[in-house]
């Protein structure tokens, strides 16, 4: 679980600790390869499905040839790739042969990854991160981003102030270090013990737009403490074997498990407790599908249970309300809770919508003026 710094006592003064568990979608590198590459070529399903059309893929792949009907209509997101694996497994199609047209799909896009994330993309995120002091900024402000009803409901800024520790857990979804490149704290940006007497080195702005809340201001800034750390449990592009590719299910038939990622995760032995210790969950950059769905239902039986509030970004480009956003996060956990229960979890649920034409500060690739 979350690691209590201020228990430990190595690092002095601090009063009270915040985890924040934040969790990473493919949302985000689309938005760096957007950014840093001149011809379009994104991590997106899309864009994967048309990279195996050209390439030297096994054209009977069950997979491939799924991946080829769902895009006639209109599937797009990589939750829609998982979710036709879950289908052929309801098929009579050999559970052999289905391994063996994941394993070529997943081989396939590692190719895909290593041709699209190159180092001369890593290295320009990585100049503009520390020109722009990306990981440093948009950790102490993201509250910026909630409007005025949001922020005047959420609990979070109440909990906050001097010589508070903000200890933020990264559970990247990707398989690329894209947003591991975003995020470090380099030592142009940050030094962890700044001053000769005290060891705070973070400022967290508690009201940075300056809403009306427990007598703070767009001025006032915590003198405070940051730790994160980032996890990766689908895998690293640089370890081509830890690629996972899988649905979600409770089924216990051993055909099933062979699919079943959290199963080979190990979700449970490794990361349940911390859900009962975060104060924040933040969900960015994903499509919200059911294929991660043990996820989702760790957060909904923490909001339940009355431990942490939820903010989710979701990018949209077309019209869409926040209230459809809090629903497809309850459906997307397979939760079959009553409608009292639903509402109760959505009262702690808050939505930030945004594209390219909208300004927020969580995970900008936009330049901060300091």
């Not at 590719?245 to 051993?254: A, L, Q, V």
């Amino acid at each position: 679980m979350f690691k209590n710094y201020k228990n430990e006592g190595i690092i002095s003064n601090i009063k009270d600790q915040r985890n924040i568990m934040v969790f990473i979608g493919n949302g985000f590198d689309i938005s760096v390869l957007k950014k840093y590459r001149n011809d379009g070529l994104v991590s997106s399903y899309n864009k994967f499905y048309d990279f195996l059309c050209y390439k030297d893929v096994n054209k009977s792949n069950v997979l491939y040839k799924k991946m080829g009907d769902d895009k006639l209509q209109g599937k797009e997101n990589w939750s829609d790739f998982e979710y036709a694996l879950e289908e052929l497994l309801r098929t009579n199609i050999p559970v052999q042969e289905l391994e063996k047209a994941l394993k070529e799909i997943q081989k396939m896009f590692l190719l895909f990854l290593n041709e699209i994330v190159t180092p001369e993309v890593l290295l320009r995120l990585n100049e503009d991160a520390v020109k722009n002091q990306w990981g440093k900024n948009v950790l102490s402000s993201f509250l910026s981003d909630l409007d005025q009803n949001d922020y005047e409901k959420i609990k979070f800024p109440e909990a906050t102030n001097h010589y508070c520790m903000y200890n933020y857990l990264f559970i990247n979804f990707n398989y690329t270090s894209l947003f591991d490149d975003y995020i470090f704290l380099d030592k142009w940006q940050f030094d962890p013990h700044p001053y000769k007497y005290v060891d705070t080195n973070y400022s967290f702005l508690p009201n940075p737009n300056g809403f009306h809340k427990n007598g703070s201001n767009e001025e006032t800034k915590w003198s405070s403490f940051i730790m994160f750390d980032i996890i990766h449990p689908h895998g690293y592009q640089s370890i081509p074997r830890s690629l996972l590719f899988g649905i979600e299910s409770e089924n216990k038939d051993k055909e099933v498990k062979n699919f079943t990622k959290s199963y080979w995760i190990q979700s449970n032995q490794k990361y349940k407790s911390y859900f009962n210790k975060a104060d924040l969950f933040i969900i960015y950059g994903s499509s919200i599908g059911v294929t991660d769905s043990w996820w989702w239902r760790q957060i909904y039986n923490s909001l339940l249970e009355g431990r942490g509030e939820l903010i989710i970004y979701y990018y949209c480009d077309k019209s869409i309300e926040k209230e459809m956003v809090k629903q497809m996060f309850i459906n997307a956990c397979g939760i079959g809770d009553t409608n009292e229960k639903q509402e109760l979890v959505k009262d702690k649920i808050y939505v930030v919508l945004y594209n390219e034409n909208t300004s927020k500060r969580m995970f900008t690739l936009k330049e901060i003026v300091h």
